[in-house]
Each structure stands twice: as C-alpha cells, then as structure tokens.
C-alpha cells in the first residue's frame, strides 16, 4: 500500500494497515523522536472516499474533541490530530491485543464458550470506561456527559497486559454539543441498538448499557443476538427485543450473572441499572469469590492472537540511530510473554490497568 513507509507531519511513521471499516483505516504506526526515540501509536484516517462528506468530517472532529477530555485507563487514549494534504489525521493509543470479538470469533470456530469470569471481568472494566464518560464534567464543572452509542465486540480491545479498553468514539455525542444528524438518522451498528433508539428517542446512559448487555449475553452465549440477513430483519429483531434466556444456552452460568445480564436487557429503559457504576458493582459482585487477575486476560489476548495467525505481540519498529553528538538511549528489552501470575484482582469500582495509567 502507498501509505506504508509514509511520515505523516514528519513523525509519524506507517508502518502497517491494522484495521479498516466503512468509514475509516487505522494503521500501526511509531512516531518518530529526537535521540532515536520511538513510540507506538494508531493513526486513523478517513476513507479517501468519504473526506469530501461533510457529516463524516464533522463525526471524525468530534471523535478527536471527545476523545481528548476524556483521560481513563480503561479509554483509548487520543495522543493528536492534525490535518495533512490527504485530509484530517488522528494519533490514538497503540493498543496490543485482539478486540473482543476476535477473541468471540476464535471460540465459536474450536465450538467454544468463554469461562464466564473473564466475560464479567472484561464487562467490569468496560463499564469502567463507560462510567467515566457518562459522569465527564465542562470546565465550571456542570455535567456533560458522553453517551458512546457504539459499544460492539469491535470496540472492545482487550491488550496482551490483561487490560480491556472502548475505543471508538466517532458516534458519541456530547451533551453539550447539538445533535449532528436528523431525528430520524439513527447510528451504531444495527444489532447492538437498544429499542427505543429504533424509534427515534435519544441515546442515553441506559442505551449504552443495553449495547454492553447484548456484548455480554453474546460473548456468553457463543451465538448472535439479534442478527439478520438484511437490515431490515435486523431492524425488526432489535425492535421486538426478544431475548432467549441464557439460562436455556449455558445452565451452569451463576444467577447472579444471568440476573446483571438480564437487567441491562430490559426492554424498558427505566427497568435497567441507572448508572455504569451500579452494574460494574453488579458484575464485581459476581466475581467476589473468583476473581480475574491481569495475567488471565491477558493469556486470552495472546492466545486468540496465536490462533488468528498473529504474533502474540506486535513486532517493534526497527530503531533509528541517535546522531552521534546526542544522547545513546538504551534499548528497552521486549516485554515478557506473559507478566507473572498477580495476586492483583478487579475489586469494587477499581479495575486493573496499566502501570501508570490514570483511572478516571
């Protein structure tokens, strides 16, 4: 590809294609430093196709404006954004890891479910992610939250350091901001919609949590919950929210798992947990006396990796040399394959990220 090899703003380079949908590419990239210094990042670009449409420009500046107020370790962090001779650019955290529905896919081909903790524990942290953006604050310190409104399989990354992260905030809508679209255009992925978005009502804190709760039932249950042929059927499906009970698929799941995961897919609105906080409480609760230690997740991250013909990380960008008259700086050696076993655990309304990382 002619991007491959390109520098981008003159630190920025490309160095591989590592996802594309309709409306975007996300390549791997590293930027570039003085003293040899290197970093891996992603860069996104809008399809070549699309930089002339208005509406999906506007949609990308709004990702960038979003994703830069809000710093949580269960986020994808944006790093920049800029605009060059090929359109408007966005410098994201590089994450190392599958998305959750690589690690669905990978199961459902060996006729596989997931052990239900590590479902739970990667909810918990999503939720995490969610919480943080639905209680964000403006500057007087007035709520303004941020509804993600696209909380799919494909927007969960799970890292090979055991850590979930929402990436993808190109459909939220701030609070604060005027609706970007007609009444009557609804986005996110047909079959993660809650109902009442079918019919035109806004989205909210409980929309999110219903998308999370068909992610959870799917990722339990091994099968799709509202899928169709077309559009249409799908559209019929998510409108009659008929949800086959987990119970039914999976008889050794605990009750109280069944319980959350039924709570959050409550037709009604009102009947589901008021706050991405309640049900990360739920879903901990659950876990009390099994808990998820980094190093299970990330054995999931590494192995679905492995399984889809990938590494079980990502290969570093090859170095460049420091000028002669600069500072050498030392080679950092490559992580472990996997961090020793942690007595750390996800515990009540704390989820484990990266060292260092903010929690929100």
Known sequence: MKEIGQLVHG????????????????????????????????????????????????????????GAELDHGNIVQVHDFGVDGRGYFLVMEWVDGVHLGQYMDMLAKYGQTSPWRYVAAIGAQVL?????????????GQPAPVIHRDVTPQNILLSVNGVAKLTDFGLARAMDRASMTGP???KGKLSYLAPELIYGQPATVQSDLYSLGIVLWEALAGERLFWGDTPSERVRKVREAEIPPLADLRPSLPQVLLAVVQRALSRNPTQRYDTAEAMQDALLRCLAEQPVSPRELAQVAVETRVASGMSPRSQR???IPAPASGIQPSRSQLPPSLPAPSNDVVTRRTVIVEPGAKTG
């Open 11 to 66: 630190r920025y380079e490309i160095l591989e294609l590592a996802g594309h949908g309709g409306m975007a590419k996300v390549y791997r990239a590293v930027t570039r430093g003085a003293a040899g210094f290197q970093r891996p990042v992603a860069l996104k670009r809008i399809r070549e196709q699309l930089t002339g449409n208005t509406e999906f420009v506007r949609m990308f500046i709004e990702e960038a404006r979003v």
């Open 128 to 140: 995490s992610a969610l919480g943080a953006a639905h209680q964000r604050t403006d500057d007087a």
């Open 184 to 186: 009557d255009v609804v």
């Open 317 to 319: 960008p090859p170095s």
